[in-house]
């Protein structure tokens, strides 16, 4: 007998003209279907006990939804949504409804193609050009994404704004938070824009974006409204540490809302502010010297470092001194916590990190045109970024932080483990 080998059976000879971007396409809209008719199936059979008087479904398939196309990142997308019915009827008390979790009613974009959208007007690409982007990356048939898709869209970041920004805190606890204000021009209005920023890592080591407030420059009227929000939303319990620049305003209004609460001063702020008071050729050198300051491993050592520095300076560039010295303990704090964290406290690096995108976006336009557009996209990229926020460093100390466990040098005191 004859034996014939099996050989695997490779692309039809149309498909040989398909392009990859179209084979990828072509594979999303199969993979789709069939999680959508999974979806449906799993859903009927976990109704499969209801039983009419002959011993027939209750729930059942019953054909499809009127094809809608869905804009994906792999292009436009056609689909057929499988559709349940509960023969029982609609008026039935105990009537089965179904929804889908993966095409919900009425999504028209995935949700990286939102994303997708303020993360290209951030990089420049201005709401005109915005067509010809999402083309030359979707396809030619990104429908729906016309040159007032970014008006449109800053509408409704901005009622995602008011929506988040009264969410209830209560829910964890905030071991530490950071703060800063940024500055924005406006097009149609003659100030410059603050918008405030608050972060906090809670207890698990989770960082998060707490509040986003358009601020008048950063006033201490201002840092209250938002300390004060925060505190009435849930967070009741004041965090140990905040971390900040020295905006007078902030510390002002920490002081009255959360007076327990120690400070930490911004270590890359204060360098900047101290080298601007020093000639530039002496710039490098003092740099070097303050770098011993904050990356001494106890407090003696940063204190001896402190010292040098001082009498290096102090005769010919006192104004420069003095500015180091009026926050010699503020910026000292991060001894007393956890040596894991040191890097996370002695700077506002995860505000400035992620405002980098959005400076870069307004230096190619020339700014929003209106404060609440400028406020609802510097939301929208905060909220994408904070997914790929890191946890901090050893966050099992911040639950011996939080018991009362007392840290010296960053170091856990014995008798306090004990």
Known sequence: MKT??????????????????????????????????????????RYGQLR?????????????LPEREILTGAGVLGVKQPRVRDRRGVDHPDAIHFSSTILPPY???????????????????????????????LGPDARGLSANVVTRLTAEWSREVEAWSRRDLSEHEYVYVWADGVYFNIRLEHDRQCILVLMGARADGTKELLALQDGYRESEQSWKEILLDVQQR???????????????????????????????????????????????????KAKSDLHQIWMAESRASALRAFDAFVGKYQAKYPAAVECLLKDKDELLAFYDFPAEHWSHLRTTNPIESTFATVRLRHRKTKGSATRLACLAMVYKLMRIA??????????????????????????LQERDAA
Not at 52 to 64: A, K, Q, T
Not at 240 to 265: H, N, Y
């Open 107 to 137: 999504l028209r974009r995935s949700k990286n193609v939102e994303e997708l959208i303020p993360w290209l007007y951030l990089r420049g690409i201005s709401s005109a050009q915005m067509q010809a982007a999402l083309e030359a990356l």
């Open 234 to 284: 849930g967070l009741t319990v004041p965090p140990r540490l905040a971390i900040g620049d020295g905006s007078l305003g902030f510390w002002a209004a920490l002081r009255k809302v959360f007076p327990t609460t120690r400070e930490q001063r911004c270590w890359m702020h204060k360098t900047g502010n101290v080298l601007n008071k020093l000639p530039r050729s002496l710039q490098p």
């Open 4 to 45: 014939t080998k099996s050989v695997a059976r490779g692309p039809k000879p149309e498909e040989w003209k398909l392009d990859l971007d179209e084979i990828a396409r072509q594979g999303a809209q199969r993979m789709l279907a069939r999680a959508l008719e999974g979806e449906v199936d799993e859903f009927v059979e």
């Open 52 to 64: 009419d008087h002959e011993g027939c479904r209750e729930v059942v398939r019953n054909g499809f």
């Open 386 to 411: 904070e997914k790929r926020w890191r946890c901090l460093k050893g966050s099992k100390r911040l639950k011996q932080l939080v018991s009362g466990c007392k840290f010296v040098d960053g170091v």
